[in-house]
């Protein structure tokens, strides 16, 4: 009888069932506040053990917490629970951490993490991964495996991923969602991982993205993690849903987010001479290249519905002076000039300097939604783009955005089955 008991608590541990998994990092709405969040699949008290190191710290010895958790049934038909724990530590950014998180019958491998976190008055250069449209399947692992051998060379601050996980995090019971964000975890247990959401988390009224991803908390969003924003070194980044601009029954959530988004911008305006550049992430296009030799209802995603989103948007991000603007949803890369009302506005005329621009009197846009998934490639490259659009591919891969100072912000796309760098832009301001 006790083997059998042994052995039935040995299947559960290796089935995963007490043993956290899905382990990932995100930052607060707070100054100082890292969260650490995982899953479990029985009901179980689960602490989270953390210490600092290289640095003067009162927190140099391990410390523990108890974490909260609440339950999240994944199922479609039947009901299927997991247990999706948290815990937020306060942090220093002088320091790196270690922590652990689980129980007395299982846990974690241990972690490590910058203790940089928004807010912090740190104005030094800051390092981010941009990616969007991430799945499974070949395209996706060849992503994963780029930027783990990036995050053993470089220091980076965080992951911005703007939309559509795992293809989808509802499919088969939210096993698929389950099994991408363990293939994840090498990544998200050490950054910061950021998200927004896209439109393959619209099912059950995006469920599976409101309880698996805990984003910052704001008086409008509600906790729902649909929008918000946080200053880090010398940019305010701010990201939003733009599945409500296509949704007719959505008017009064469009409301809320417009709102605030104007007043978010507007203090973010009235601190530019401390933080100059503002960078907006979404997941639906404002601005991508329609191959007019196909239908135009085939050209949905940079047709009607960019039309819809630009509508709602483009005069807040004009009046506002966005500097940069990435968009995903489209499986494919494109890099475009300064435009406002479908025109470039770039003095650069010869083509000679397409890679720099500086005073751009117009926000550029970058398409990033092809760090590979199992749907492959939804829209191929316009064989007649149009007169802004400056670089495309159809490269899988994903973008480092790193901002050096006042004056310099630095982007490049890197191609996950070449792994190299396969296009870049520097914006300047020269005052």
């Not at 689980?102 to 991964?129: A, K």
């Not at 780029?146 to 601050?157: I, V």
């Not at 929008?227 to 296509?246: K, P, Q, W």
């Not at 005069?315 to 500097?323: A, L, P, R, T």
Request: with cysteine.
């Amino acid at each position: 009888m006790l083997v059998s008991f042994l052995l039935l608590q040995v299947g559960f541990i290796n089935a995963g069932y007490v043993t956290p998994e899905q382990l990932r990092l995100s930052f607060t709405n707070k100054t100082g506040e890292m969260r650490i969040t995982w899953v479990v699949y029985t009901p179980i008290t689960n602490y989270l053990y953390y210490q600092a190191i290289l640095c003067n710290s009162s927190h140099s010895s391990w410390q523990s917490t108890e974490s909260s958790y609440y339950s999240f049934d994944q199922g479609t038909v039947f009901v299927k629970l997991q247990y999706i724990h948290s815990a937020v530590i306060q942090v220093d950014p002088a320091c790196i951490y270690q922590y652990y998180a689980g129980s007395w019958l299982g846990w974690s491998p241990i972690y490590e993490f910058s203790g940089r976190t928004p807010d912090d008055n740190d104005l030094d250069p800051t390092d981010f991964i941009i990616v969007a449209d991430w799945g499974g399947g070949s395209q996706g692992k060849f992503t994963k495996e780029l930027l783990l051998k990036q995050m053993r060379l470089r220091k980076f601050d965080a992951v911005l991923h703007a939309g559509d996980f795992a293809y989808d995090l509802d499919e088969f019971d939210g096993l698929v969602g389950d099994s991408w964000l363990n293939m994840i975890q090498p990544v998200s247990a050490k950054l910061p991982y950021m998200a927004l959401p896209g439109n393959h988390e619209n099912f059950h009224n995006s469920s599976h993205y409101k309880n698996r991803f805990i984003m910052p908390y704001n008086e409008a969003n509600q906790g729902t993690g649909f929008f918000y924003s946080f200053n880090m070194g010398r940019t305010h980044y701010v990201m939003i849903d733009t599945e409500i601009y296509l949704d007719d029954d959505s008017y009064a959530e469009c409301m809320t987010q417009t709102n605030w988004l104007k007043q978010d911008l507007k203090r973010a305006n009235e601190e530019r001479e401390k933080r100059p550049w503002i960078v907006m992430l979404t997941h639906r296009n404002m601005y991508c290249s329609v191959d007019w030799l196909r239908r135009f209802k085939k050209n949905g995603d940079c047709g009607a519905d960019a039309m819809g989103i630009r509508k709602n948007l483009e005069d807040i991000v004009y009046e506002n002076k966005v500097d940069l603007f990435l968009q995903a949803h489209v499986h494919q890369y494109e890099r475009n000039s300064p435009i406002y009302k479908n025109q470039s506005v770039s003095i650069k005329d010869d083509g000679s300097l397409q890679h720099v621009f500086v005073d751009p009197q117009a926000t550029i846009y970058i398409t990033n939604g092809n760090a590979g998934n199992i749907e492959g490639h939804n829209d191929p490259v316009s064989s007649t783009p149009q007169k802004w659009s400056l670089f495309r591919t159809e490269d899988y891969g994903y973008g480092r955005l790193v901002v050096y100072n006042q004056t310099h912000l630095y982007y490049e796309q890197y191609s996950s089955i070449t792994q190299s760098t396969i296009d870049y832009l520097w914006i300047i301001k020269s005052s």
